[in-house]
Every structure is written in C-alpha cells, then in structure tokens.
C-alpha cells in the first residue's frame, strides 16, 4: 500500500505491520476492515502474548505452589494492574474481570441490583443504550417491580437532557448510560448525567464499550461508581471483560456466581467469601486471554489514548465530508467530530443496509449493516438499521476511499436494479 495522506500523530504503515490479518484479501482485493465497534483486530504481540502463555507458562492461577502457577498468577494479576492505571482507577482490586462488557452489566444488575433496587424504585437508562445495557435493567425491573425511564434522543442523535431533573428523581436508584453510541458515535456529556445521579442518591454505571478502546478515560474524573466494557474491541483477545467497581460497592456487594476461587472458607453449613475482586472471579478465569489483553493494554498506551482519539476524528472527519458529497445519503449523529467517536453511520432511502453492506464485502470493504443491537434507537429513527463504518488506529484516509468508491459502487448498482 502506497504511503498514507493523513497527516497522523503516529505510523499508521508501521501500526499495520504489526496486524497479521491486515495483509489478507477477500474477494481478491485487499482488506479494508472498518467493523472495528464490533470487534477489532489482533496486534502480534497479543497474538504472541497467547501463544508464550500457553508454551511456557499453562497453569490455574491462585492455588497452584508450583512455578508455573506462580508465573501465571503473577501475570493474571499484572493485567488487572494495567487495567486499573489505564483506566485511572485508585486501586487494582477495583477491577473485576468477566466474559464481556455484557457480563459485567449484567453482574451489577445481578449482584447489586438485586440488592438494592426494590419496588416502585426507579432506573434510567437512555434510548441510545446497547441491548446489553437496556435489557439485564429490564428483567430486574421485571423482577423486583421497579421501572425504568429512558432518557430521549434528540434528531441529531444526542441525548435529550432537558428535563433531566424530572427524569431523574428521589426514586431513582440507578442510572446507566453509554459513553459513546455504538450505533451512531455520538459521544454522550457525562457530566450533568452522573451529577443528577449522584445529587438524588443513585448510583452511576457507564458503559464504556466503545469509549474505553478509543479515547482517554478517567474514572476518577468521570466520577463513576460502575464502568463496564470490553477487551476485544480494545485489540485484545474475545472472552475478556471488565467491571471497574468503586472499591466500597464490591465490598458490600454478594457474590455474582459461586464456586472455587470466590470463596474463603466453605463449610457443610455454608461459606464465606474471598476478597475483593476475587470474590466476583468464579471458578478458572480466562487466563490466557486476560495475560494477552496486558500486552493489548501496553500496545495502546505506547500510543497514547490521545493520539488515538486524533487519529479517528481525522479518519471520521474525512469520511463524514466525503460521504456528505454523496446524493441522497442520510448520515446519522452529530456531524461535528469533536462529538462523535471514529463511527459514521448511514443509509440510502432506498437501498437497504445489507446490500451495500454486501457490495462493500465484495470490494474487500468490511463494514457493520443492521440495528447494531440498538432497536429502539432505529425505531425512534423509524428504520431497520444502518450501514456503519468505525475506524481504528490501523486504518488509513485511503481505506476511508476504499468504502467511499464502494458506497458509490452500491448506490449505482442498486439505482440501475430498480431504474
Ligand atoms: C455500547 C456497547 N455496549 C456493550 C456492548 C457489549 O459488548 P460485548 O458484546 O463485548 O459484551 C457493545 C458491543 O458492541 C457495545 O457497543
């Protein structure tokens, strides 16, 4: 590939070297991977951070006497080290891994959730929320007679805050909201979010799937008590996700599952509980996966989460000014960068998603077409879905062609079909 244009805060050229899958074709052409709020791909050192694991250090980690184990545990344990710094939390034992961003939402639901939230209390959530973190508050609504208030979203596909203070009242328990849509980018101002929170007594969770991999992210700034996301979108391997908890919370929280590794002492009678985070760590963890997510975790902050924030809002510039040349597209989110994240979400009226979708496939381009596991967004924007490209630290200005010349390819296709 020839030299990129852009004028980026870091070797996007010397960035792909370092991404096997990037030198694949499909379809005969070259890859041009743009599904990156889905998943992102793998750098050679998490690849090989999963293969040293298994080659020299196999082994369960926190009971084992023997080397092996030591090394593993210690490894395990330097993960949730560097987890905790990147995310600017006071303490290691403030992390909890999971499976996913999805079970660690659906953890706080579980083990505090059922706690604390009772009947005729309330839970706020908005209209731009993931399924992940709309339906595990649903069911506990269900479950416990609570009810959950949304707060709206404007056209422009911001959140509506006028009127915070009457969604958010004395009944409000807990209140739940992404930090940048999945489905539209729009970066959501926490600020007046949490304080209405926290002024009311509830607590705070944020989703921070598609914030966390992109853009700095304090949690002490942010002023949090929950904050939930995922390390494959993040280059790291699938089947890690993290819990940040205020460290107080996990402590009075019970257990999510139960088993080996989370207990202290078991009796016939009953048990006790290990300490914090491990008392929410059932059974064998994802070892392999939660080692290779550290040097995920080092891969990024050599970058620097800044240089990755410019480097998508010049890719989501560009790509937003080239799409507005196009006839007829409608583009969904703010259009000002500094608001939305490295994600441009579009439509044809006439064509469906899933054919460009399908016509980009065949150039090579991969991208994400459909209601991106937020439909009640789409029905308040009365569509089925979306075509949605996202952006990451690998891709080039000349990628962002690649889907401009397959969007036009699509559009002509299907303009001819039906003329
Ligand atoms: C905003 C948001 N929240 C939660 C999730 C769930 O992440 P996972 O599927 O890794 O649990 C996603 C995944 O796309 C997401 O984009």
Same mark, same amino acid.
């Given at each position: 590939m020839k030299p990129s244009k852009a004028k980026t805060v +870091?070797? =996007?050229?010397?960035i792909r070297r370092d991404f096997p899958i990037l030198g694949r074709q499909v379809h005969g052409k070259p890859l041009v991977y743009l599904d990156n709020a889905a998943t992102t791909q793998k750098p050679r050192a998490v690849i090989d951070a999963l293969v040293h694991y298994y080659e020299h250090q196999n082994a369960n980690i926190h009971r084992a006497i023997h080397t092996l184990g030591e090394e593993a545990t210690a490894a395990y344990e330097e993960t949730r080290a560097k987890v905790s710094q990147f995310i600017n939390a006071s303490r290691p034992e403030s992390i909890v891994f999971t499976r996913s961003a999805?079970? @660690? /939402? *659906?953890?706080? @639901?579980?083990?505090?959730?059922?706690?604390? =939230?009772k009947k005729g209390d309330e839970i706020v959530l908005t209209q731009m929320e993931h399924h992940s973190n709309m339906v595990p508050w649903q069911r506990l609504a269900q479950e416990v007679g609570a009810t959950i208030k949304y707060i709206? =979203?404007?056209?422009?596909?911001? /959140?509506d805050l006028d009127g915070l203070d009457d969604i958010i009242t004395e009944k409000t328990k807990l209140v739940s909201v992404t930090q940048v849509s999945n489905a539209f980018g729009t970066i959501n101002v926490l600020d007046k979010i949490i304080a209405a929170a926290h002024r009311r007594g509830a607590l705070a969770v944020v989703d921070g799937a598609q914030s966390v991999p992109h853009m700095p992210v304090d949690v002490q700034a942010i002023d949090c008590d929950f904050l939930a996301f995922s390390a494959h979108k993040m280059l790291g391997p699938t089947g890690v996700g993290v819990l940040y908890a205020r460290y107080e919370l996990l402590e009075e929280m019970e257990p999510f599952q139960s088993g080996g590794e989370m207990i202290s002492r078991v009796r016939l009678e009953g048990a006790s509980w290990n300490d914090v985070p491990w008392k929410f760590e059932a059974g064998t963890p994802n070892i392999a996966d939660v080692i290779a997510f550290g040097a995920a975790l080092d891969y990024l902050s050599a970058l620097g989460m800044d240089n990755v924030r410019a480097h998508e809002q010049e890719l989501t510039a560009y790509a937003l000014r080239r799409l507005r040349q196009l006839e007829d597209i409608i583009i969904y989110g703010p259009q000002d960068t500094s608001r939305r994240g490295g =994600? @441009?979400? +579009? *439509?044809y009226p006439d064509i469906h998603a899933h054919d460009v979708g399908t016509i980009l496939d065949r150039e090579g381009v991969a991208i994400r077409a459909g209601h991106h596991c937020a439909q009640p967004l789409m029905r308040r924007f009365d569509m089925a879905g979306t075509a949605r490209a996202s952006f990451y630290i690998y891709n080039t200005l000349e990628e962002v062609d690649a889907l401009i010349e397959g969007v036009e390819k699509a559009r002509a296709f299907f303009s001819h079909a039906s003329g």
């Open positions: +870091f070797d =996007v050229q010397a999805t079970e @660690a /939402l *659906n953890l706080i @639901a579980y083990a505090w959730g059922r706690a604390n =939230v709206g =979203v404007s056209d422009e596909g911001t /959140l =994600v @441009a979400s +579009f *439509n």
